[in-house]
């Protein structure tokens, strides 16, 4: 039987390391296809179009909220974020698991509307590694950073909705387990309910044929 691709939701507080995580997981396995999101927000230096994200206007994205063309979008510290929908369902109808990195928001709308979603969280060993990881980029604003911790702390209040947190501690550790994550979770009975359901079928034609 051929086996369908899984949504994978990839979450985090900002400066856990998700964009680099992903990274390391796609030249690893070969089994992935990352979703590009769409955002309002500005690129940050070295960000490329078409790479990290589609950057657009608010005036385009809000275009595609209203023509459908998005399985999930939030906002997050004033910009829009979201998931073009053509991509992941080719993507996902080709065997390929899907990462989705998005922030909590969308993570949960997605869940609502694909409950075989796979849910996982990344966070840092501690808070203040955390700090010093948003810092260390060299690219925001103290009050920039100031915000994203706020933002964490809301966060952290929604975590139990997800199936797993993988702690970004060392990087090869965290990718494997990450992997290991979305392996197993294939083998979940409701997302094999064809394959148990064709057993039985073939289980109860042989128990006939003993007669």
């Known amino acids: 039987m051929k086996r369908k691709g899984i949504l994978v939701v990839v979450s985090g507080f900002s400066g856990a390391g998700k964009g680099t995580l992903m990274k390391r997981l796609l030249r690893t396995y070969d089994n992935y296809s990352l979703s590009i999101s769409m955002t309002t927000r500005a690129p940050r230096p070295k960000e490329q179009d078409g790479r990290e994200y589609f950057f657009v206007t608010k005036e385009i994205f809000e275009k595609e909220i209203k023509q459908d063309g998005l399985i999930e979008y939030a906002t997050y510290c004033e910009n829009y974020y979201g998931t073009p ?123 006939k044929g003993e007669k």
């Open 85 to 207: 929908r053509k991509y992941v369902e080719e993507q996902l109808d080709m065997g390929k698991d899907v990462i989705l990195e998005i922030e909590i928001q969308g993570a949960l709308k997605i869940k609502e509307k694909f409950p075989t979603a796979l849910l996982l969280f990344v966070m840092p060993p501690t808070a203040e590694e955390l700090r010093k990881r948003l810092t260390g980029r060299g690219t925001e604003t103290p009050e920039v950073i100031r915000k994203r911790l706020s933002r964490a702390i809301e966060e952290a209040e929604g975590i139990e909705k997800y199936d797993f947190v993988v702690i970004n501690d060392d990087l090869d550790t965290c990718t494997r387990e990450l992997h290991n994550l979305i392996m197993s979770a294939h083998n979940a009975p409701f997302r094999n309910e064809a394959f148990i359901e064709n057993m039985r079928q073939e289980l109860r034609s042989l128990v």
